[in-house]
């Protein structure tokens, strides 16, 4: 059996969003292994759905903090404060709510200050390439190594840009190793 009982995955999967059940086992995966003294880093939270499943794994686990980055403010809401009382309310009404941070803001700008090592890095705020290729770049360098990262909509034909920064940016550096993919969810371990 898993870090979480499936009665747990099913009270965590009533949060809405885009992370498939393959994905949000595997975010569970990786998020129960991270020690308490690093940091488990979301770059895009949206409703709380992948952050939920990073919470209760981490609870489970060693209790590593999770730090979610995010305007919610993207324009499927009505409003930026909605997007985010959702998000607040999904947490505290599965008990999650004192496992994370969030931190408001735009996900380069939040990085550029950052300084504590991490654990999980997962990526999923803007998928242009720019966007995309800037968050890897300011935030994986605070990735330990044996630490790992997620990058949301890997080979998803809506956001091909996700690939190309995989492709031409990620896997060439030679620093990422034990590649799965689970679904559109890519993960890989920092080497070292």
């Known amino acids: 059996m898993g870090v979480l009982t499936p009665e747990e995955m099913a009270r965590l999967d009533t949060v809405p969003g885009w992370f498939s059940p393959t994905e949000c086992k595997r975010m569970v995966e990786l998020a129960a292994q991270v020690p308490a003294d690093l940091a488990i880093v979301e770059l895009g939270s949206h409703k709380g759905r992948s952050t939920a499943f990073a919470a209760a794994a981490s609870k489970r686990g060693f209790g590593a903090r999770i730090y979610a980055v995010d305007l919610w403010a993207d324009g499927i809401m009505p409003t930026p404060g909605e ?14 709510r004192e496992m994370v941070d969030p931190i408001r803001g735009l996900t380069n700008f939040v990085g550029q200050g950052w300084n504590r090592p991490i654990g999980l890095l997962h990526i999923d705020a803007s998928h242009d390439y720019e966007s995309c290729a800037a968050d890897y770049r300011i935030w994986a360098r605070h990735v330990v190594p044996g630490g790992w990262m997620a990058i949301h909509d890997y ?32 993960t890989a371990r920092r080497a070292g």
């Open 83 to 96: 997007c985010f009382d959702e998000f607040d309310v999904n947490l505290r009404r599965l008990g999650l």
């Open 155 to 186: 080979r998803n034909p809506s956001w091909p840009d996700v690939e190309r920064v995989i492709e031409e940016i990620i896997r060439p550096s030679g620093l990422w190793v034990d590649e799965v993919v689970a679904d559109t969810l890519y």
